[in-house]
């Protein structure tokens, strides 16, 4: 029951409904607020308990200033919690143990229930086994319950077992899509239990994904939190926080013609990274904000982890309201959100008399119409490169991915214009024989300085072709970013429409795909009558799912992999999604990159990365005449008339009339019983987990670390991808051997991803990542390290296990950005139960660093402007770190030392800031883990 100190509850009447809300307006100083701050506020004004939350923490916020650095602490209590499977299958699997662990610990079981809403989307599951035929959806789907059933039927059991807990079966859509599109209310209501009064606040968020973000594109505010957190927020534990910065963002101008909702996201993620938004909000604000379409504002929500903000938000407006009503959302609910939206002040209208535009902390700003059209990659979401550019830059990086000793060579003009224009092909008619017209030397411009390996191939169906160095052999329409865009995915269709038309071809090396992000997609493709031309080129519909983005590419055709493999070819991937990390896509592919739907497709066609799309053809059309980009690229207006014409509200209505139930296959899984999990032994998908094994009813104090080993030391931009993989699980690592030992085929090892509710195969992949660089190594790529016991290379679970049998703890080195991705609980988990009891790095992400408190593992970074190399440290060093025992005081020191000997008895000291950022992450660690202290919580209750 809340305190309302400021007196601010009072009614809202909606359509003759009374509803009971929390009134802004009772607190002074919350009017000037950002829009995201004033969320914060209600949340704080309708938890005000006197104890978590108080008085002074609105007060805090009331008198927030924007210039200051983050120092007040408050506690964020989310209306609900989302989780896709990857990363829900382990909460679960968790919320199972700590029913067990209650009990042990003489609690009730039943407390271990959701407290909000819970809802989990099965979407990263789906692997594209089968491709480029009409019948690839449905046999994917089938492997995808042959491989996945007793992860299903657990989730199936946790549906029935857990009050408040729905779950999305497979072949429905992306979580984040499935969010925007039906699962998010705008306004949530909720009976108080006292006299039945309806409660309306608004709608937030946390979810275990990073990508959670997109719904703040629907003026929701949330973000992604670990798996760790997502659960205690399920248990009604508050998200515990500084009140952050908020950068102000203003939008100018409009898209220009050619460029797309991909284009601007991928210029304001390199904007906001080059910035600095690490811990911050974003909130877009000004005239321009009416102008960007919902499907626009979720893309660029979507991207937030990218440019590393905590949230990217837009707020409600009418633009909002409309895109409620599109999607089918019932008319006195888009009425609640409108009218309880202007009555708090919430509602965005800069032209509105009496306006107050917010204060921010930053400030930064858009021209949309300077946008041109963009890829980003090789390997990083935020290095956006512009189109023109895209060739001579693929040519800059092609070296780095070389095999050793291969070099680049030098080819004459005429050569690389005959290369790159065979004389076969009628544009090359009078480009060749030194007769060059303007277009052909700048289509070649860089070609004089690139390698070429060109490797014969005989594909399955009897061709024969060649791959070389840059060839894009995976072209994936996928991802949760575009394929909840309307404006994107059809142009997308428009422009293979337009390609098919001029007698265009895909490259027969190209892996193609579809998979939209729900079925409305499918529905508008086929109203627009553009799927036989996708289809034509080979972009089948796959599954509805997160496939390409998450590692799920599934395998290359055997001869490609083979060519690429035995040949080591740098080849590539383009994908609309929003990571390209190393190793994450698929292991034959070295180079990854983002690009929109349609320029997915235009590379699809023109099959290398070694392309100028200005002044090469795509091919030469069914006349005869060469066809370039701009020949078959759509118009706004045609993209805007399909819009209008292809989709309305009955198929959003449709699609999710019930969504709960699912297909045959989901309804015919047989389902455990009971309240608890009857935990199979010989499972190698689900496996009670080890974290609450010996807990004691209070936590044994933590203690300072001494002689600990570096089990790896690591470079800058270190992501959680890195620390524990989602693709495919190598026969020769740890994890595979485990497998195999315990009977299961190669062909169903499945992904990391897919096994997240094992913590042994999960343990035996943390740092697993085939593009993991370890520096205690020189020039070994993958999960090894050197064994200090021995002075042996071995992998590094291996190693990790020989120390925890020898009782010496770890640390791990690392440098800037330490952490960056995904919102990877197993990143914190695995590092947990490696045995590392510290992580010493320039800088950390805001959710690793998190999730590493949340599993009891102390987070440290070098002092400001140092490093490990600048510190002398080659990770060879004993550590030990002094003054962690003052958090058994109740205080959190700001510093502790770290003492690192030398092998000849030579000792380098400093001061380790501690990045323990709240005295609620120090209750976690002092009970040695999040889950520890709310298991403790409960059973005292």
């Known amino acids: 029951m809340s305190i309302d100190s400021f007196k601010s509850k009072g009614t809202l009447q909606v359509g003759g409904t009374p509803y009971e809300i929390f009134r802004l307006n009772a607190v002074e100083g919350l009017g000037r607020l950002p829009y995201s701050l004033k969320i914060l506020a209600e949340n704080l004004l309708r938890t005000e308990d006197g104890k978590n939350v108080t008085a002074d923490h609105v007060r805090a916020l009331a008198e927030w200033e924007a210039d200051a650095e983050p120092s007040t602490e408050i506690q964020f209590t989310p209306a609900r919690v989302v989780m896709q499977d990857f990363t829900g299958v382990p909460c679960v699997v968790d919320l199972a143990t700590m029913r067990e662990a ?13 407290l909000a809403p819970a809802e989990l989307v099965i979407d990263h599951s789906v692997v594209i086994d089968v491709f480029g035929r009409a019948d690839a959806f449905e046999r994917n789907v089938e492997i995808e319950y042959g491989r996945n059933k007793e992860r299903y039927q657990f989730l199936r059991w946790g549906q029935t077992a857990f009050d408040d807990f729905k779950v999305v079966p497979p072949g429905t859509g992306i979580v984040h899509q499935v969010n925007i599109e039906y699962l998010a209310r705008g306004v949530m209501t909720r009976e108080t239990g006292e006299d039945g009064v309806v409660r309306a606040y608004p709608d937030t968020c946390v979810g275990t994904d990073s990508h959670t973000t997109m719904v703040n594109g629907l003026g929701v505010l949330g973000w992604g939190v670990g798996g760790i957190e997502a659960e205690a927020a ?48 974003v909130e877009f604000y000004g005239d321009g904000v009416a102008e960007v379409p919902l499907a626009n504002r979720a893309t660029i929500g979507n991207m937030s982890p990218e440019f590393g903000s905590t949230a990217a938000i837009f707020p409600i407006d009418q633009v909002t309201i409309d895109y409620l009503r599109l999607t089918g959302r019932p008319a006195e609910q888009v009425e609640l959100v409108e009218t309880y939206a202007k009555e708090q002040g919430l509602w965005h209208d800069p032209s509105a008399p009496g306006y107050e535009e917010p204060v921010f902390s930053e400030y930064l700003e858009l021209d949309l119409s300077t946008v041109v059209p963009s890829i980003a990659g090789p390997k990083r979401p935020q290095d956006r490169i512009a189109l023109s550019d895209a060739k001579p830059a693929f040519a800059d990086v092609l070296p780095n991915y070389l095999a050793d000793g291969e070099s680049i060579h030098e080819t004459s003009l005429d050569e690389a214009v005959e290369e790159t224009f065979p004389a076969s092909d009628p544009v090359a008619t009078g480009a060749t024989n030194g007769d060059h017209d303007g277009t052909a030397p700048a289509a070649v ?56 038309e001029k007698g265009l071809e895909v490259k027969p090396w190209v892996k193609t795909s579809m998979a939209p992000g729900s079925k409305v997609v499918t529905n508008y493709y086929e109203k627009a009558g553009l799927w036989p031309y996708l289809e034509k080129l080979g972009y089948h519909l796959v599954g509805y799912g997160c496939t390409t983005c998450i590692g799920n590419s599934g395998p290359l055709p055997e001869e490609i992999s083979q060519a690429v493999n035995d040949n080591d070819l740098a080849v590539a991937s383009v994908l609309s999604g929003n990571r390209n990390f190393e190793g994450r896509i698929n292991p034959d592919v070295k180079m990854n990159y983002l690009a929109s739907p349609p320029l997915v497709i235009a590379y699809g066609l023109a099959g290398t990365m070694d392309f100028d799309f200005e002044s090469e053809p795509l091919g030469t059309g ?42 045959d296959r989901w309804r015919s899984l047989e389902t455990p019983e009971g309240e608890t999990f009857e935990w199979q032994e010989d499972s190698t998908y689900v496996r009670k987990p080890p974290y609450f094994e010996g807990m004691q009813a209070e936590p044994t104090p933590v203690e300072d670390v001494a002689g600990a080993r570096v089990l790896a030391k690591l470079g800058d931009s270190v992501t959680t991808d890195h620390i524990s993989p989602a693709g495919s699980i190598k026969p020769d ?10 009977g299961v085929e190669r062909r169903d090892f499945n992904s990391y991803g897919s096994r997240r509710g094992n913590h042994e195969v999960m343990i035996r ?28 290379q071995e992998s590094i679970f291996d190693a990790a296990m020989a120390y925890q049998e020898a009782g010496i703890p770890l640390v791990v080195l690392g440098g800037k950005e330490y952490g960056s991705g995904s919102s990877r609980d197993w990143a914190a988990k695995g590092t947990a139960l490696l045995g590392v009891k510290a992580v010493i790095t320039e800088s950390f992400e805001r959710i690793h660093r998190s999730n590493l408190i949340g599993m009891g593992v102390l987070p440290l970074q070098f002092p400001a402007g140092e490093s490990a190399d600048s510190l002398g440290l080659d990770g060879t060093e004993t550590f030990d770190i002094s003054g962690v025992t003052a958090l058994n005081e109740g205080t959190t020191p700001k510093t502790v030392k770290v003492t690192a000997t030398k092998e000849d008895g ?27 202290y709310v298991l403790r919580s409960l059973a005292k209750a």
């Open 765 to 792: 992949g943390t740092f697993a990542n085939i593009r993991l660089r370890n520096l205690l190594l020189d020039g070994v790529e993958g999960g090894f390290t050197k064994n200090l016991l021995t002075g042996e």
């Open 733 to 742: 690592s740890p994890a595979g051997r485990y497998l195999a030992e315990h």
């Open 234 to 281: 399920m248990l009604g534990q508050p998200v515990s926080m500084l009140i952050p910065r908020v950068v102000g963002f203003k939008l100018s101008g409009s898209i220009p013609s050619g460029a797309t909702a991909t284009d601007v996201v991928l210029t304001i993620t390199e904007m906001l990274r080059k910035h600095g938004v690490v811990g911050k909000f």
């Open 102 to 114: 209650v009990a042990e610990l003489g609690g009730d079981a039943k407390k271990v229930n959701p």
């Open 622 to 663: 069914s006349d005869g005449q060469p066809v370039f980009l701009k020949d078959i690229w759509p118009t706004p207006a045609e993209v805007d008339a399909t819009i209008a014409n292809s989709i309305d509200s009955g198929m959003f209505t449709k699609d999710y009339s019930d969504v709960f139930a699912g297909d």
């Open 445 to 500: 411009e860089h070609a004089t300085r690139r390698a070429h390996k060109r490797v014969p191939v005989e594909l399955e169906d009897g061709r024969e072709t060649e791959l070389d160095h840059g060839a894009v052999v995976i072209s994936s329409i996928t991802s949760c970013t575009n394929t909840s865009n309307p404006s994107v995915m059809l142009a997308a269709g428009l422009l293979a429409k337009n390609a098919v």
């Open 906 to 932: 030579t000792s380098v000291e400093f001061d380790a800031v501690v990045r323990i950022d709240t005295p609620g992450e120090a209750d976690y660690f002092r009970n040695g883990g999040i889950l520890q």
